[in-house]
């Protein structure tokens, strides 16, 4: 398995469920992002893991819940979610050099519906 | 705070012809810019950079960008359109902070390619 892979693909879930998002990047890479797709709005940053240490929670509601246990895997622990958060969840990582010219590399994503 | 305009979320144009997707950022200190694309039910896949190397940037697929700094734009643009380029093109923006620093998107540009 190469680039950077996400599970599952499609998630559907209840108001009152908790699942998780499994990211992991077979890169080599030291940062992990979470990201959120919405239909009409532009990708929004959601959380920044640097050497498995968050660095920036782009004011996300707490209802959303990240993990990294090393630099190759990224999870976001879900709960209690409401129907506008039905989107597409790309991950990303990169070899943070501290220039800022790092090539984020992405997952496929995972498209949640929530009901 | 950073910021990335895409002027039109829809541009179309002919196979063959000259395509011009447009991006302008907001910035008082030398940016980093990127372009992606996006196929349907993907990921994101980088299509180049500018990290102040050089201001025009070639990339995958026959795209290349401009930087220019009297315009703040980083227009991207293929001489020859094919039908394969139909996709969604994402400018983005992150300036020199050090560390690992998540990516500004703007809106998208869906690119319609007509036969």
């Known amino acids: 398995e190469t680039g950077v892979t996400q599970t599952p693909r499609h998630l559907v879930m209840g108001m009152t469920n908790k699942k998780s998002l499994k990211c992991e990047q077979h890169?080599?890479?030291?940062?992990m992002y979470w990201y959120k797709q919405s239909a009409k709005k532009p990708l929004e940053l959601m959380f920044v893991?640097?050497?498995?240490?968050?660095?920036e929670n782009n004011s996300v509601p707490s209802r959303f819940s990240p993990e990294c246990p090393n630099s190759s895997h990224l999870f976001l622990h879900l709960h209690t979610l409401q129907p506008e958060d039905s989107a597409l969840y790309l991950c990303?990582?990169?070899?943070?050099?501290?220039?800022?010219?790092?090539?984020?590399?992405f997952g496929p994503g995972t498209r949640l519906t929530v009901l | 705070a950073q910021s990335v305009t895409q002027l039109g979320s829809h541009v179309s144009v002919s196979e063959g012809a000259l395509v011009l997707l447009r991006c302008n950022y907001s910035?008082?200190?030398?940016?980093?810019l990127f372009w992606y694309v996006q196929y349907p039910n993907q990921g994101l896949q980088l299509l180049l950079k500018?990290?102040?190397?050089?201001?025009l940037v070639k990339g995958i697929n026959g795209f290349e960008a401009e930087f220019k700094k009297s315009e703040t734009s980083f227009h991207l643009t293929k001489p020859s359109a094919h039908m394969s380029d139909a996709a969604e093109y994402f400018c983005?923006?992150?300036?020199?902070?050090?560390?690992?620093?998540?990516?500004?998107f703007g809106k998208g540009t869906h690119l319609i390619i007509q036969p």
């Open positions: 990303a990582s990169s070899f943070s050099s501290g220039s800022g010219a790092d090539t984020q590399y």
């Open positions: 890169l080599g890479h030291n940062a």
């Open positions: 893991y640097n050497f498995k240490e968050q660095t």
């Open positions: 910035s008082s200190v030398p940016p980093y």
């Open positions: 500018y990290t102040s190397a050089a201001t």
């Open positions: 983005a923006v992150r300036y020199s902070g050090g560390g690992a620093d998540g990516l500004t």
